[in-house]
Nanobody, 124 residues
Framework: QWQPAESGGGTVQPGGSLRLSCEVS????????IGWFRQAPGKEREGVVC????????YYADFVEGRFTISRDNASNTVYLQMNSLKPEDTAVYYC?????????????????WGQGTQVTVSS
């Protein structure tokens, strides 16, 4: 019912940082799961990090390697993805998705509400 809205993408050099934002409804922030997914050209959409906002249970994909952090700001109804030490292979369209029952599972078919995506390009 509620559609997330992503922003914050752009172009950075390898090793640089970006912070993506996902604006959601208050109900979504309080009770839903949020997943960050990405899709590179010619590849399947894959989970980056997913969080159950009810209890904070969080799953990060192995390729994150400690470089990314998910956080929330209740005042602005926003979930953030802080991305540091970016690599060229991180280049993709990044999507924010929400679902009532996904928990912290990071599989795309569990998510019903998707944002429009924001492009992240890591290139020298």
């Amino acid at each position: 019912q509620w559609q997330p809205a992503e922003s914050g993408g752009g172009t950075v050099q390898p090793g640089g940082s970006l912070r993506l934002s996902c604006e959601v409804s208050r109900d979504t922030l309080d009770t839903y799961s949020i997943g960050w997914f990405r899709q590179a050209p010619g590849k399947e959409r894959e989970g980056v990090v997913c969080i159950d906002l009810s209890d904070g249970d969080t799953y990060y994909a192995d390729f994150v390697e400690g470089r990314f952090t998910i956080s929330r700001d209740n005042a602005s109804n926003t979930v953030y993805l802080q991305m540091n030490s970016l690599k060229p292979e991180d280049t993709a369209v990044y999507y924010c998705a929400s679902d009532l029952a996904a928990g912290s599972q990071c599989v795309r078919w569990l998510y019903d509400h998707w944002g429009q995506g924001t492009q992240v390009t890591v290139s020298s």
